[in-house]
Nanobody, 124 residues
Framework: QLQLVESGGGLVQPGGSLRLSCAAS????????IGWFRQAPGKEREGVSCISSSGTFTNYADSVKGRFTISRDNAKNTVFLQMNSLKPEDTAIYSCGAGSSCHNLARYYDIRYWGKGTLVTVSS
């Protein structure tokens, strides 16, 4: 079965850290750009970060710049999102998508695979 599977979510206090993983099953990630997205209750889904297939290009939403870091390990067929200095407003379901480029992922265009998401809750 061809799918993306996210993991690493959970409950964390404000100021804490989590590392999310996006693993591919049934296909290899190394030819895809991977984007992380999140959807908070009652809000639209938004792009958080993206990494190109080679890993040489990354981008971040302004709200997470300096706090989140995206990386990939193609040997492990996995993309990571390191989240530091978490805030209550980071609470959301985080999901990853695989596409042809970060440019297209940002526009929700030509997304080949989606994961089901992992819940991140930032609360004291």
């Amino acid at each position: 079965q061809l799918q993306l599977v996210e993991s690493g979510g959970g409950l964390v206090q404000p100021g804490g850290s989590l590392r999310l993983s996006c693993a591919a099953s049934g296909f290899t990630l190394d030819t895809y750009a991977i984007g992380w997205f999140r959807q908070a209750p009652g809000k639209e889904r938004e792009g958080v970060s993206c990494i190109s297939s080679s890993g040489t290009f990354t981008n971040y939403a302004d709200s997470v710049k300096g706090r989140f870091t995206i990386s990939r390990d193609n040997a492990k067929n996995t993309v990571f999102l390191q989240m530091n200095s978490l805030k209550p407003e980071d609470t959301a379901i985080y999901s990853c998508g695989a596409g042809s480029s970060c440019h297209n992922l940002a526009r929700y265009y030509d997304i080949r695979y989606w994961g089901k998401g992992t819940l991140v809750t930032v609360s004291s």
